[in-house]
């Protein structure tokens, strides 16, 4: 059985130290980017890396492990070290969630420091093997030399949600057996319309959709990343736990997912869990959500910022709830679909890493 160390999903608070899937063995690491790497400004360059936990990190990738999973820019910084040390060069699986972003920022701030720039180097080894989520997005890869047999698409599913979540997986199975509960949060908030996660939402844009109307909105947020925006429509609940989580998403009405940023990955794992349990989701149209989302068929998208463009949505849903159980159900197929094509791809990209070195 071959043994895949999963190092971005450090944090999953997970009780299980290792899961089975298939041919491999999935083991939790302890390291993130964002664990390694301060900055010493807001200029995301000026970058600090605390050297002590970078030799732990070593010492676990080093430990019997056939491939590392891993985002773009603490592949890019192992990487590094791995070429210019002469260490054995592990086959990666990486997900790229920004387009490079911060692998390109750790490589102005090499060029700076070692005078040498890595990050040509490093997107052309074959030991390489990315996880893309964006079907749209092939062609910037292609174009900076990736080779194409080393792309492989996996946007967000329960197919990943299974290896690198599987709490989450075993919550959504259970929710899909069980009748509705009739205690706790997921009780209050039935039949409402909820807004649930925190990652790039854009909750201001949905404030001014409701304001002035009897629409009600319930938002599920992390206090963390969110402040509660004053609303007599908008009511916010404190982030749940996983399992209250799905539960609370089963019960509603419908989901409303309003994001910022249009070029970073975002919502994916809230759609796609409202996709299995049968909800119709409104969101932002971008590049990530046009990967799970067909306009008024398995979903409903709306224009970036604009308010009044969500408030439409929303009422339509209201107004027509047999088009949102009619959207709803074929969310639920679509996202089967989707399944598939990714365990799929999962499968052969984790064969590829996994053999790499007997090729």
């Not at 009897?214 to 969110?226: G, L």
């Amino acid at each position: 059985m071959k043994k895949i160390l999963l190092l971005h999903f450090a944090k999953e608070k997970s009780p299980r130290k290792s899961i089975k899937w298939g041919n491999y063995k999935f083991y939790y690491g302890n390291f993130r980017y964002d664990d390694i790497v301060s900055y010493a400004s807001d200029d995301e360059t000026d970058i600090i890396i605390d050297i002590d936990k970078l030799k732990k990190v070593f010492e676990v990738i080093y430990d019997g492990f056939d491939a590392v999973y891993c985002e773009s820019p603490e592949a890019m910084l192992l990487r590094f070290i791995q070429v210019k040390k002469n260490y054995a060069l592990l086959p990666f699986l990486i997900a790229d969630t920004d387009s490079l972003r911060k692998a390109k920022n750790l490589n102005k701030w090499l060029k700076r420091v070692y005078k040498e720039a890595f990050l040509g180097e490093f997107v052309k080894l074959r030991c390489n093997f990315w996880l893309i989520s964006i079907s749209a997005f092939f062609p910037f890869y292609l174009k900076l030399g990736i080779p194409k047999e080393n792309l492989f698409y996996t946007p967000s599913s329960l197919a990943i949600t299974s290896i690198f979540a599987p709490e989450t997986r075993r919550f959504i199975n259970q929710s899909l057996r069980e009748v509705k509960t009739s205690l706790g949060i997921q009780n209050a908030l039935y039949n409402q319309i909820v807004a649930p996660g925190s990652n790039n939402r854009d909750y201001e844009t949905l404030a001014e959709a409701v304001k002035g109307t009897n629409i009600k909105v319930h938002v599920v947020y992390d206090p963390e990343i969110n402040t509660p925006i004053p609303s007599r429509n908008l009511y916010w609940h404190s982030y749940l736990p996983q399992k209250e989580y799905v539960e609370v998403i089963r019960n509603a009405r419908f989901i409303v997912v309003p994001l910022k940023d249009m070029k970073a990955s975002a919502g994916e794992a809230t759609i796609t869990i409202s996709m299995k349990l049968a909800k119709a989701v409104i969101t932002t149209e971008n590049l990530t959500t046009k990967e799970y989302i067909v306009n008024k068929k398995t979903g409903i998208l709306v224009k970036p910022k604009n308010s009044k463009d969500l408030q439409n949505a929303i009422l339509y849903l209201l107004r027509h709830p047999m088009e949102a159980k009619r959207i709803g159900e074929n969310a639920r197929l679509a996202a089967g679909e989707i399944d598939k094509e990714v365990e799929k791809n999962l499968r052969q990209a984790f064969y590829e890493a996994t053999n790499f070195s007997n090729n």
